[in-house]
């Protein structure tokens, strides 16, 4: 699996949108960037995946790099309710496995 | 999306006795299930793979013998602690995917387990 490097917090001003970045030099062909968060003491929810291209669903928007090597999740107008941890997964099949992931708290 | 049920959702315990977790998905057939275990401000750690009508495979460092796994039909799951002991006191999720390959893998809302 790929190594995934991400920030381990960020804060966001609510209304804004937020960028989380995620490095993923070494991906290989066959694998996916997956992105879920993690509310405080629940189940992770997904979010958004892709290969090669841009993604957009109606919770956010999955920009990678035309060399694959980094990419970003946008959450375009974020919400208290998106304040949870965000983990960004290379891998080419399940089972996921997590890093640490990105502490984003969104600030009143 | 797809839903995956988990029950209970929260259960304590007494040192030395076996507690039995349920992971269900609710509208669509699972032949595969997972495992994971969360640490208190740890991230998710893989324990097993539950396979219908097979045996169960554990990751590297988990006890077979402790943690008893049985996929009995294509929507349940079982997780049973067996002897717990304090330590083993964690958030348990359980996930799923919907289909195969490249698909996500859909949560269930976790069971915290304390041992006491």
């Known amino acids: 699996d790929a190594k995934t490097t991400q920030p381990p917090s960020m804060d966001c001003a609510e209304g804004r949108a937020a960028n989380l970045p995620c490095n993923h030099s070494?991906?290989?062909?066959?694998?996916?960037v997956y992105w879920y968060r993690q509310i405080h003491s629940q189940g992770p929810q997904y979010i958004i995946h892709g290969l090669k291209n841009n993604e957009t669903n109606e919770m956010a928007s999955l920009i990678i790099t035309e060399d694959r090597k980094s990419s970003t999740l946008i959450l375009p107008h974020a919400t208290l309710r998106d304040t949870a941890v965000y983990y960004c997964?290379?891998?080419?099949?399940?089972?996921?496995?997590f890093g640490k992931g990105t502490r984003l708290s969104v600030i009143a | 999306g797809a839903v995956v049920s988990q029950h209970p959702s929260r259960v304590i315990c007494k040192s030395g006795t076996s507690v039995k977790i349920e992971c269900r998905s609710l509208d669509f057939q699972a032949t595969t299930m997972f495992w994971y275990r969360q640490f208190p401000k740890q991230s998710l750690m893989l324990m097993a793979t539950s396979n219908e009508g097979s045996k169960a495979t554990y990751e590297q460092g988990v006890e077979k013998d402790k943690f008893l796994i049985n996929h009995a039909s294509l929507t349940l799951s079982t997780l049973t602690v067996t002897s717990a002991h304090p330590e083993d006191s964690s958030f348990y999720i359980c996930?799923?995917?919907?289909?195969?390959?490249?698909?996500?893998?859909?949560f269930g809302p976790g069971t915290r387990l304390l041992v006491l």
């Open positions: 996930s799923a995917p919907p289909g195969s390959g490249t698909e996500t893998q859909y």
């Open positions: 070494t991906i290989s062909g066959n694998e996916y």
């Open positions: 997964i290379a891998r080419p099949d399940t089972p996921l496995v």
